[in-house]
Structure formats: C-alpha cells, structure tokens
C-alpha cells in the first residue's frame, strides 16, 4: 500500500514564501512522476507542477517563474517551493506519484493573505 505524506502548508501573506513537502511510502516500485495539484474552494482540482523520473518538470501557467518542483529519488520525495505567492495561490494542494496508477496524499492548506 502506498502512503503519500505533506507537510509545510500553512499561512503567508502575499509575496512571501512556503515550501511543501512529501514524502511516498510503501510498495511502489518506481515512480514515474511526482508533483503537485491544488483546488480552491468551488474550483475544480489543477495540475500546479510535475516533474519525471527524468527530472524533467511542468508547470501551471500561472505559478511559472514562481513555483519551483523537485524530487530525490533516492528518499521518494518532492518539493514544492513557492515563491512571490499570491492570494490567488490559496488552496489545498495535494501531493500525488504515478507509477502506473496515481496516488494522492490528504492535501495541506495554503493560505495566502493580501
């Protein structure tokens, strides 16, 4: 069974910073991607960044020049470091890996004052 576990959300006021973290356990051979979703409340859930066993990552539009993705791939983590944030940015974001079938974590709640 894999189990996806984030940390590092929580309050910053716009143009601060946040860097989440997550770490995958479990049975889970290797992974081919590891990233980020988020979803604010009434929207749907959007991919904010992914990144490949490659190292080779993806953003959202939106957070590109902001949000930086990374992975060990020795510990089976990724990071999510997030910059210049925006009131935009709230939302529960959610760690996920794919290695064949997609795993998520519970989410962590980033709030972003103006």
């Known amino acids: 069974q894999v189990q996806l576990v984030e940390s590092g959300g929580g309050l910053a006021q716009a143009g601060g910073s946040l860097r989440l973290s997550c770490v995958a356990s479990?049975?889970?051979?290797?992974?081919?991607?590891m990233g980020w979703y988020r979803q604010a409340p009434g929207k749907q859930r959007e991919l904010v960044a992914t990144?490949?066993?490659?190292?080779?990552?993806r953003y959202l539009d939106s957070v590109k020049g902001r949000f930086t993705v990374s992975r060990d791939n020795a510990k089976n983590t990724t990071t999510l470091q997030m910059n210049g944030l925006k009131p935009e940015d709230t939302a529960v974001y959610y760690c996920?890996?794919?290695?064949?079938?997609?795993?998520w974590g519970q989410g962590t709640q980033v709030t972003v004052s103006s």
């Open positions: 479990g049975s889970m051979f290797k992974i081919n991607a």
């Open positions: 996920y890996i794919f290695n064949g079938k997609s795993y």
């Open positions: 990144i490949t066993d490659g190292s080779s990552a």
